[in-house]
């Protein structure tokens, strides 16, 4: 069964500052790597995602992350944080299909102007 | 494109009532919807998966009598929590899998319910 390792309870990092939030996997084939952003109250939206291809991939809101198959990871960076960023980061992984997905404990944002 | 919507956004209701949870999408088909359950603070657990015109599939340890989902078309899913107790009050949330786009789930704001 997959599983999703988000080590980091919690980070907080200053506006304008880089960002790199970790997430490491375990699954059997090659995975399916998503990562979410759920706001106070909301539901949650996709940022990214990667299936194959390039390891580096490109997401909404200036993130990206990349797929290191020999590290099992997949974190997920920006290069210059905003206020607005501050919210839960999940990273998840999914079986093959996409039929189901498995969440990380997720990461707390803080950011400070 | 690719939005979810859910109603009720939040519901409160007495011990021993039931409540329904609409799950839509809203521009596009999904031949398969998620439910899940997140406690405050905590990550998001897979309920049951929902596919169109079949029974749903439970997750182990989740009680099928109490959660009933009933996926009766390519842009509808409903969760009625039955005879609902304080302990099932939380943060319920639905995805959907987008036909043409298998692999990718879209989710829905979520709905809080409080059960007094």
């Known amino acids: 069964a997959q599983s999703v390792t988000q080590p980091d309870i919690h980070i907080t990092v200053s506006e304008g500052a880089s960002l790199e939030l970790r997430c490491n996997y375990s699954y059997g084939a090659t995975p399916y790597l998503f990562w979410y952003v759920q706001s106070p109250g909301q539901g949650l939206q996709l940022l990214l995602k990667?299936?194959?291809?390039?390891?580096l991939v490109q997401g909404i809101k200036g993130f990206e992350a990349e797929f290191k198959r020999s590290q099992s990871s997949f974190n997920l960076r920006k290069p210059s944080v905003h206020w607005s960023d501050a919210a839960e980061y999940f990273c998840?992984?999914?079986?093959?299909?996409?039929?189901?997905?498995?969440f990380g404990t997720g990461t707390q944002l803080k950011v400070e102007l | 494109g690719a939005v979810v919507s859910q109603h009720p956004s939040w519901v409160i209701c007495k011990s021993g009532t039931s409540v329904k949870i609409e799950c839509r999408s809203l521009d596009f088909q999904a031949t398969t919807m998620f439910w899940y359950r997140q406690f405050p603070k905590q990550s998001l657990m897979l309920m049951a998966t929902?596919?169109?015109?079949?029974?749903?599939?439970?997750e182990q340890g989740v009680e099928k009598d109490k959660f009933l989902i009933n996926h009766a078309s390519l842009t509808l899913s409903t969760l009625t929590v039955t005879s609902a107790h304080p302990e099932d009050s939380s943060f319920y949330i639905c995805s959907a899998r987008d036909r043409g786009y298998s692999e990718t789930q879209y989710f829905g704001p979520g709905t809080r319910l409080l059960v007094l």
């Open positions: 990667y299936f194959s291809g390039d390891t």
């Open positions: 929902s596919n169109e015109g079949s029974k749903a599939t439970y």
């Open positions: 998840a992984v999914g079986a093959g299909g996409g039929n189901k997905l498995t």
